[in-house]
């Protein structure tokens, strides 16, 4: 059973749009969430990290909520740039998973000039 | 701050051959984490340590993989002998306490390409 999950896996947008990242996560029993950049061939950036108390956090053109009731998180990013090009991974430290941080498939991100 | 290290950054064996990879976590942090992942997954995590000792191994392979930290610092995991299957990258991470609203760091990770 996928514990986290990231739909689409793959999304292309034209520069200057904003971009919507969601994640679901099966269990309402979650510590905190966070939200991770990879580069290709790099290990993961922290982003956002978004504790069970918390309904949002922002980071300049980034802002991730987290609704635990619906089992939602969305990460936006503002006005995107080509530099914004990655793939975005969500992770939770979720009850149901043995308090382990569990990662979703991540969502790989194409800015377009 | 220096960040998580790993080394080598890349890997290729042949499989049934050994291969270790090392990890340096950010200093005074007490929590390190070894993760494996498989292109295009997330990151599953193989082993977490507490200081020296080892606080949840329930998703390592143990006939074939093993890790140690034996002075509580820095770690290395082993894979021993290797499977076509095992290709993936292996990320270290650490964190300050391992409490679980903490955030984790990690490494740029070890590519490794059994063939």
């Known amino acids: 059973k996928q514990e986290v999950t990231q739909i689409p896996a793959a999304l292309s947008v034209p520069e200057g749009e904003n971009l919507v990242l969601n994640c679901s996560f099966t269990?309402?029993?979650?510590?905190?969430l966070q939200w991770f950049r990879q580069d290709p061939g790099k290990g993961l950036t922290s982003l956002l990290l978004?504790?069970?108390?918390?309904r949002e956090q922002t980071s300049g053109r980034l802002n991730a909520s987290l609704d635990k009731s619906s089992g939602r998180s969305t990460l936006y990013i503002a006005a995107s740039q080509p530099g914004d090009s990655a793939t975005y991974l969500c992770a939770g430290i979720i009850k149901a998973a043995g308090n382990k941080l569990t990662f979703g498939g991540g969502t790989r991100v194409l800015v377009k000039p | 701050e220096a960040g998580v290290a790993q080394s080598p950054r890349y890997k290729i064996i042949e499989k049934r051959q050994s291969v270790a990879f090392w990890c340096n976590p950010i200093?005074?942090?007490?929590?390190l984490y070894w993760y494996q992942q498989i292109l295009g997954q997330g990151p599953k995590l193989l082993i977490q340590?507490?200081?020296?000792?080892?606080?949840?191994d329930s998703q390592l392979p143990k006939d074939r993989f093993s890790a140690e930290r034996l002075k509580g610092v820095d770690s290395t995991l082993k894979i021993q002998p290797a499977k076509l299957e095992d290709s993936a990258v292996y990320l270290c991470?650490?964190?300050?306490?391992?409490?679980?609203?903490?955030?984790?760091?990690f490494g740029p990770g070890t590519r490794l390409l059994v063939l």
């Open positions: 978004i504790q069970s108390s918390q």
């Open positions: 200093s005074g942090h007490a929590t």
């Open positions: 269990d309402s029993a979650i510590y905190n």
């Open positions: 991470a650490s964190s300050l306490q391992g409490h679980l609203t903490e955030t984790q760091y």
């Open positions: 340590f507490q200081n020296n000792g080892v606080v949840d």
